[in-house]
């Protein structure tokens, strides 16, 4: 059983579209996070998630949202590709009060 | 300024020998230490954490802290191929309402050779 799964796994697409990346933990965590891993491989946070919560990091450009359905579910909406938004992005999961994240498999994203 | 600073590398040591990866962070009240583990093409695994000053030895693996000196260090001994990866060490702040939120360095490359 995976216990963090995102979709896709791969996703290139045209300057100036609007995609979505799908994530879904099974762990019964209640806090998800997305990830920005660039070429250089600096991991970067984007989004801390609680269910009556979000954090955003200050430097993520509002093109940037996620959207979450239900405790399980963490959705990442993007609009307006740019080409500085291709990279790899992760979500994560953990339990408040324990500090293990649990990586998704990742979703290499690739603007054109 | 980096908040977290490691050596890209590559670090590259042979098979059986003690590998040796550093970091340091910026921010006095980071109160978490960790060291994930990435493989190409793969997600971070988190390998260890550190809480306090001085060494948590977990099998091959000791993760030192210095807050003093704002420093982390990860030792692998009888370090093997399959240790080849990239390192990244990662700080949070006590007391974040926000979950985890890490702060990542950029990661060390690891070359175990035979």
């Known amino acids: 059983d995976t216990a963090v799964s995102q979709t896709p796994k791969y996703l290139v697409t045209q300057m100036g579209n609007d995609k979505s990346i799908k994530c879904e933990q099974n762990l019964g965590h209640d806090t998800m996070y997305w990830y920005k891993q660039d070429s250089k491989k600096f991991l970067k946070i984007m989004f801390s998630?609680?269910?009556?919560?979000?954090?955003i990091n200050e430097t993520v450009p509002n093109r940037f949202s996620p959207k979450s359905p239900d405790k399980a579910h963490l959705n990442l909406h993007i609009n307006s590709l740019e080409l500085g938004d291709s990279a790899v992005y992760f979500c994560a999961s953990s339990q408040r009060g324990r500090e293990k994240l649990f990586f998704g498999s990742g979703t290499q994203l690739s603007v054109l | 300024q980096k908040e977290v600073e490691q050596n890209s590398g590559p670090l590259s040591v042979p098979e059986g020998a003690i590998a040796s990866l550093n970091c340091t962070y910026s921010?006095?009240?980071?109160?978490?230490f960790f060291w994930y583990r990435q493989y190409s093409g793969k997600s971070p695994e988190l390998i260890m954490s550190i809480y306090s000053n001085g060494d948590k030895e977990d099998g091959r693996f000791t993760a030192q802290l210095n807050k003093a000196s704002q420093y982390v260090s990860l030792l692998i001994r009888d370090s093997q191929p399959s240790d080849s990866a990239t390192y990244l060490c990662a700080v949070n702040i006590e007391g974040s309402n926000a979950g985890n939120m890490l702060t990542f360095g950029g990661g060390t490359r690891l070359m175990v050779k035979p």
């Open positions: 921010d006095r009240v980071s109160q978490s």
């Open positions: 998630y609680n269910n009556k919560e979000l954090i």
